[in-house]
C-alpha cells in the first residue's frame, strides 16, 4: 500500500527583497539576464545627463547597483559616485570605474552640496520613506545642480503592467523585485521635490515595441526607451535645484 506523504509548500520569498540581487549578482552585465530593462532604461537615463561644466564635477548615483550607468557617462566628464547596499553589485560597479560607496541612499555617508547631479535610477520604486528619499537626494545636490531620476508610478495600470505581466516576461523584471505598497505618487514626488527647491517635471517612457520585437527575436542587442504621453507605468523626472 503506497502512503501518501505529506510536503510542505516552500514560502515565496518577500517582494522588495534587498537579497534577490545578491542571489542575481552574475546577471547584471548580461545583455539577456534578468536585468536587461535595466540597461536600456540606464541608457535613456543618460540621455537627460548633460556634460559636465567644471573640472572635477560629481555625479552621485543612487542605488547604483552594478554601475550600468557608467559606459554612458565615459566622455561626460563626471567623477561617478554610486551608492549601493548590495557588495557583490559594488564590487562589479567599481571594475566599471565607478567609485563605490556601500550604504543606504536613504542616509548616505556623503557631505551636503557635494554633487553637480544627483541620479535616482530605478530605485524610489524600492524604498519605504519617499520624502525622505527625495530629502537626501536633494540634500547631495548644490543650488543649480541636477536631479535626474526615472520609477514607476502608483497605479492600477502600472501595477498590472509593470508587476503582473513585465514579471512573467523574461528580461523585463525578475519575479518578485518590486512590492506594489511601495511605486511613487507622482504628485507627491514632485510635491516633495518643490520642498526641496527642485522644480521636477516629469515625462512618461516606455520600450519602442519594434526594437521588444526584434530583441525578443533575438535580431537586436539592446531596446530603445521611447517617450509616451502618458505617465502612468513608467516615468522619468529632471529638474535643477533653485540657486
Not at 540581487?21 to 539577456?32: G, K, V
Not at 548615483?61 to 561626460?76: N, R, V
Amino acid at each position: 500500500m503506497c502512503r501518501r506523504t505529506a510536503t510542505t509548500a516552500r514560502p515565496a520569498p518577500p517582494r522588495n527583497d534587498p537579497l534577490l540581487y545578491e542571489r542575481l549578482a552574475d546577471q547584471w552585465w548580461r545583455p539577456r539576464g534578468a536585468f536587461a530593462m535595466l540597461h536600456w532604461l540606464a541608457a535613456a537615463r543618460a540621455h537627460l545627463i548633460p556634460r559636465a561644466t567644471r573640472p572635477g564635477a560629481v555625479l552621485v548615483d543612487l542605488g547604483c547597483g552594478a554601475g550600468l550607468l557608467a559606459p554612458h557617462l565615459a566622455d561626460k566628464g563626471y567623477r561617478h559616485i554610486g551608492v549601493d547596499q548590495s557588495p557583490t553589485a559594488l564590487r562589479q560597479a567599481r571594475a566599471h570605474g565607478v567609485t563605490a560607496v556601500q550604504a543606504d541612499v536613504l542616509t548616505t555617508p556623503l557631505t551636503d552640496r557635494c554633487a553637480d547631479v544627483v541620479v535616482a535610477g530605478e530605485i524610489l520604486e524600492h524604498l519605504p520613506d519617499l520624502p525622505r528619499a527625495v530629502a537626501e537626494a536633494c540634500r547631495l545636490l548644490h543650488p543649480g545642480g541636477l536631479l535626474v531620476l526615472d520609477t514607476l508610478a502608483d497605479t492600477a495600470l502600472c501595477r498590472w503592467l509593470a508587476i503582473e505581466i513585465a514579471e512573467r516576461l523574461p528580461g523585463l523584471a525578475p519575479r518578485g523585485v518590486h512590492d506594489p505598497a511601495l511605486l511613487v505618487n507622482r504628485r507627491r514626488l514632485l510635491d516633495e521635490c518643490a520642498r526641496h527647491g527642485v522644480h521636477l517635471e516629469i515625462r512618461g517612457i516606455r520600450p519602442a515595441l519594434t526594437d521588444l520585437l526584434a530583441w525578443t527575436a533575438r535580431r537586436r542587442s539592446s531596446v530603445r526607451m521611447v517617450p509616451t504621453p502618458t505617465t502612468a507605468v513608467l516615468f522619468q523626472g529632471r529638474g535643477r535645484r533653485e540657486e
